[in-house]
């Protein structure tokens, strides 16, 4: 019962470990693609063009924004990010299940785009315990750290246009849960899983 | 983020292992609640009434139909068998996951009741492994193994109606499947979880 592939959308606040729960995920299943992005920051020497990222200067990053090719981007301390359609939609289309982590801002574009996507909202068991991770990273001053954290409390009200909500508590938990969910979605019924189906039954 | 039970109807045509599905699933998830049936048949030795099933005698079982109480019900054999209405409530009312394991035209009857549902069909790999299974319970004719093919072929077109369906090729991993896709529909957002989630959050 093959059929075109799933794309993920992983996303939730800033500071709720997007990150470490999609690097579990993808140990439990290595068959997952993960979307890469487009960017215009300078390639570091260990990094490899097409495999981390695929890397462009501003001039081309722009072409790909006016050719819609871009599924959503944005600019982050002055460097450009987006993810590019084209790959994700070659592997949909080879039947292979994309994973998207992303912010909310982003995330919301990506539904504009893909409406047909699972949108996965990753929560904070509670907010001291946000806050504590947003602490932990060291990086931030005290009027830094109070503004991500009304942020991502923003952040989590845009929940309802989501389809599933997983508390990460424990990181393998929940990359558990994901799982499961990624499990569930490709036994949903749909009229090219049944035609499929009814031709293997009586092959 | 606890919340309502669901009610998780577990169908498919006759021969298909829905029985031996759901006691592997109880067997990896004891917490799960199975429906118990309302019967006029004769209570077996070894039986205990609200445990097996509830035993009634047929004005007792008219009763019940005319006042609502079933969810579904059918004559097999001579004998009445039905869905006790109120079981199944209390136990969603409760929080509990309740499992239903019912036939085809039954679940189509649940389904009108209760459209809330999560409706997975069990489906045989291959129409001689569906056979070859009708055969091997030895118990039918030529003339009747023919028409059980037939009839479940027919069942089996009736899948649009559900929202999973899943092969029933490995008895265990089409119950982990079940069991994935009851962990799923756990993380779907609605409105109730939602408010749980941002009470607890702030507390």
């Not at 989501?162 to 990624?182: F, G, K, M, P, R």
Request: proline share 3%; aromatic share 8%.
């Amino acid at each position: 019962m093959r059929r075109e592939g799933h794309l993920i959308i992983i996303s939730g606040p800033s500071g709720v470990g997007k990150g470490t729960v999609c690097t579990a995920l993808k140990a439990m299943r290595p068959e997952l693609k993960v979307s890469i992005s487009a960017t215009t920051r300078k390639k570091r020497p260990t990094e490899v063009d097409g495999e981390n990222y695929f890397f462009y200067d501003e001039n081309g990053f722009y072409e790909l924004i006016q050719q819609g090719e871009l599924i959503e981007y944005a600019k982050v301390h002055g460097n450009y990010y987006g993810t590019p359609k084209a790959y994700v939609m070659d592997q949909l289309d080879a039947g292979e299940d994309v994973i998207l982590e992303i912010d909310v801002q982003g995330a919301m574009q990506v539904k504009q785009n893909m409406p047909g996507g699972i949108y996965i909202f990753l929560l904070p068991p509670h907010k001291n315990d946000l806050e504590a991770r947003i602490r932990n990273r060291g990086t931030e001053d005290e009027a830094n750290i109070e503004l991500r954290l009304h942020n991502a409390q923003e952040e989590i009200s845009m929940l309802h246009d989501y389809d599933y909500a997983v508390i990460n508590e424990d990181v393998d938990e929940c990359a558990t849960l994901v799982s499961h969910i990624i499990d569930a979605e490709n036994q949903r019924i749909d009229a090219r899983l049944m035609r499929k189906y009814w031709e293997e039954f009586h092959d």
